[in-house]
């Protein structure tokens, strides 16, 4: 971890992060015009940019699944079902990159002895298998920079972290360019709940970026290495799970149990500025 005078608003205080600097004890209030036209501007950035990189990826992923139906013998995409927006299913798309006796949710013990070419190790660690998702951005069932999405049995389970449901999730994010992807995305949450109050337009940009130099470097970033100028300012001051959990009262929890109809959110007409929900303050602005 960097020391506390680095750019970063983050510093370490034993095992825990906190905020520091002048972000440090910084409140989310949006007005409810304010959330409207952030969750706006975060759609209609998904829309532009993300139907641009629908178009450029087109060919990449034709030119692979072909040299990986070669490769594998089989049809070179597969589904995978994970806890969208408000709790709802998606299913998405992803390269097949592992023989089809292979689970399709294997653990990381079944997976790593698996037989795979270089070309598909390659794709798993650059996270490049999951290219065919962006296709889902401009549909509306995904975002482009949010909270990576769990298996539903995860999200069941995942108590306060049910908030993550609440924002639509993301084809990348904090999490994926971070330095701990060889992690379970619930074993190291202080990511998403980051971009969950500190998400900005400048914050998506940055990812945008990252994402595309980690697919060259395959080195991802702690926190602590985020540059201070690319948060927002919908911080609550303490260790991240402290402000998620403080967040997180204010919305549905537990999740409801597979097979059952997903919580609706909280009405933000009658609810203090200080509660709105988090979709406005993870959005671009």
């Known amino acids: 971890m960097h020391d506390s005078t680095s750019t970063s608003p983050f510093a ?11 972000l440090a004890g910084a409140a989310v209030e949006p007005t409810q015009t304010a959330v ?33 139906a070669v490769q594998l013998r089989a049809w070179p995409f597969f589904v995978h079902e994970r806890t969208g927006h408000r709790g709802r299913v998606i299913r998405f798309p992803k390269l097949r990159t592992l023989p089809v006796t292979t689970p399709a949710y294997a653990d990381k013990r079944v997976v790593a002895l698996a037989p795979v070419s270089q070309l598909a190790s390659f794709l798993r660690a650059r996270h490049l298998d999951e290219l065919p998702q962006l296709f889902l951005v401009p549909l509306g069932r995904m975002t482009l920079v949010g909270p990576r999405p769990k298996m539903p049995s995860e999200v069941a389970d995942a108590g306060w972290e049910w908030s993550r449901e609440l924002v639509r999730q993301g084809c990348t994010g904090l999490w994926q360019v971070g ?8 074993s190291r949450p202080e990511y998403d709940l980051a971009y969950l109050v500190g998400g900005s337009v400048r914050m998506d940009l940055w990812i945008l970026w990252r994402t595309a130099a980690q697919a060259l470097s395959g080195r991802g970033v702690a926190l602590d290495e985020v540059p201070a100028a690319v948060w927002g300012s919908g911080f609550v001051a303490g260790d991240e799970r402290a402000a998620v959990r403080a967040v997180a009262r204010t919305l549905p929890d537990p999740a409801p149990a597979l097979g059952q109809e997903p919580v609706r959110a909280p009405s933000t007409r009658a609810m203090p500025l200080e509660q709105v929900d988090i979709e406005g303050a993870a959005a671009l602005g």
């Open 12 to 22: 370490a205080v034993g095992s825990a992060t906190v905020l520091t600097g002048p």
């Open 179 to 186: 330095a701990h992807t060889d992690d379970a995305v619930s």
């Open 36 to 68: 409207w036209v952030r969750r706006g501007r975060k759609r209609a950035f998904d829309v532009i940019v993300g139907g641009a990189l629908c178009l450029v990826a087109l060919p990449v992923i034709v030119a692979l699944a072909a040299i990986l």
